[in-house]
């Protein structure tokens, strides 16, 4: 029986139907950036109008950026678990996204943290993914995840946080980034921020046109979190705005301003 998702559903879980529904149309192009069947299986049993509403209040840039960040986030977590393969993986903020089926190594124990209501909603739409798998319900800001976590304390581990940190304050970031980097040294972190740029002009299109969601947090230069602690050293960074794919080709102008072209960057660290 197919599942219809409304309007009336808050426009917060509405935004994760979305950022499914880019992943599902992207899987289906012949030149695809990700390739999520996973996905493209969930948005046939939702409501196709809904979804091509709510798709049409975003820009083709931003699409093509999110895919571009969500195959960094792949990229990055296939090269982890090929050097670590016994890994456990907790994806903080992990919405309706189906990452553990486009990467999965067949020994990875993979978490997924999202707030109850989400994590019903993955329980709906996408189910149970096998003993490997577990839905942690509760805020990113709790630290019931800390001691879930805590029985694979020989494992190496890795945590991932896809469009969660710019949406927190840097208070609850710095918790965040110094309770994994006490609880589980060695750990590396992977995330997505915004420049201070790209932060003032995302929450002035908010306010001008009342879409979308603002941000609170932004990272200027990459290396400024190593000042959080003596052992956090960054690994690697990636700007999408910067990459040379063809689909960018019409923001050429903003790859040619420094500023902008590193205006969202995706993050890796050890800590």
Request: hydrophobic share 40%; with cysteine; net charge neutral.
């Amino acid at each position: 029986m197919s599942r219809k998702h409304t309007k009336d559903q808050s426009d917060v879980v509405n935004t994760l139907f979305i950022t499914l529904y880019l992943r599902a149309i992207e899987s289906q192009r012949p030149d695809a950036l990700v390739k999520d069947e996973w996905a493209e299986e969930i948005v046939r049993q939702l409501d196709q109008d809904f979804l091509e509403k709510t798709l049409a209040l975003t820009e083709e840039s931003g699409r093509i950026v999110m895919i571009l960040k969500s195959r960094d986030f792949d990229q990055i977590t296939q090269a982890y678990l090929t050097d670590n393969s016994n890994a456990v993986v907790l994806h903080l903020g992990c919405g309706l996204d189906t990452r553990l089926e486009r990467v999965d190594n067949g020994r990875v124990e993979w978490y997924d943290l999202d707030l109850p209501e989400v994590i019903d909603l993955r329980h709906k739409y996408i189910g149970d993914k096998g003993a490997r798998h577990h839905d942690l319900a509760c805020s990113v800001l709790e630290r019931a995840w800390i001691d879930e976590l805590k029985i694979h304390s020989r494992r190496p581990f890795l945590f991932l946080a896809e469009g969660l940190f710019m949406y927190l304050d840097e208070v609850q970031v710095k918790s965040i980034v110094l309770a994994i980097k006490q609880n589980f040294p060695g750990a590396q972190l992977v995330f997505d921020a915004y420049s201070p740029f790209m932060r003032w002009a995302h929450n002035f299109k908010v306010f001008r046109t009342r879409v979308g969601s603002r941000l609170n947090w932004s990272l200027k230069y990459a290396k400024d979190l190593e000042r959080w602690g003596s052992d956090i050293r960054l690994l690697e960074e990636r700007y999408p705005f910067s990459y040379p794919e063809p689909r960018l080709r019409s923001l050429l102008k903003i790859r040619a301003i420094h500023a902008l072209a590193k205006g969202i960057g995706v993050f890796r660290f050890q800590l």
